[in-house]
């Protein structure tokens, strides 16, 4: 079993939609997680860092853990073209161990 | 512009033929990393550098080595590259361990 499953899509939707991306994990020690935007042929881009649970918001963007249901969610507001990429969650344990990426979701929004 | 810079950003080898993947990051970071990219794998650490002078492996660090060169360069070295060593292949800089990470541009390796 994959530390972090994260279903591949692809997801499409109509420009101004609000997107869920989301990601599971099997190890109930992981309490800092990540989200990265990643657009074809180039490297993944950091987009939302939190640590441990709730929500933290930055724009359009929402970040969500539920610790409880092994369960972390990235929500895109208003979404545009421009947010048409794969998105990949991260996560670790502790300070100082490894990150454990999700093999990524593909979204495309549609004008 | 300040980032993480990987050369070349393509490269064809034949089996056996080995090749140094060169990353340098002009951000001051003290982590640096090695990740690969294949479908339906995610990214994958292969060895990372925690700070200057010291390099561990990662989730899959055979067939690879390492060099820190100094606190900017983080070199990875296929000795004998292999078909199933082709991949599109990442270095990453945070400030530290629990710090989101700045990726570069990504080699893509085709061995074959």
């Known amino acids: 079993q994959k530390e972090v499953e994260q279903d591949p899509g692809p997801l499409s939707v109509p420009e101004g939609a609000i997107v869920s991306l989301n990601c599971t994990y099997s190890n109930s020690a992981f309490q800092y997680f990540m989200w990265y935007r990643q657009y074809s042929r180039k490297g993944p881009e950091l987009l939302m860092y939190?640590?441990?649970?709730g929500n933290k918001e930055d724009g359009r963007f929402t970040a969500q853990v539920d610790k409880s249901s092994k369960y972390i969610s990235l929500f895109i507001r208003d979404s545009q073209p421009s947010d048409s990429a794969t998105y990949l969650c991260a996560m670790s344990d502790g300070p100082g161990n490894q990150f454990y990426f999700g093999t990524g979701t593909s979204l495309t929004v549609i004008p | 512009n300040a980032g993480v810079t990987q050369t070349p950003k393509f490269q064809v080898l034949k089996t056996g033929q080995s090749m140094t993947l060169q990353c340098a990051q002009d951000m001051n970071h003290n982590s640096m990393y090695w990740y690969r990219q294949d479908p339906g794998m995610g990214l994958r650490l292969i060895y990372y550098?925690?700070?200057?002078?010291?390099?561990d492996k990662g989730e899959v660090p055979n067939g690879y080595n390492v060099s820190r060169l100094n606190k900017r360069e983080f070199s990875l070295r296929l000795e004998s590259a292999a078909p199933s060593q082709t991949s599109v292949y990442f270095c990453?800089?945070?400030?530290?361990?629990?710090?989101?990470?700045?990726f570069g541009s990504g080699t893509r390796l085709t061995v074959v």
């Open positions: 939190t640590y441990s649970s």
């Open positions: 550098s925690a700070s200057e002078g010291t390099t």
């Open positions: 990453a800089s945070s400030e530290s361990r629990t710090y989101g990470y700045t």
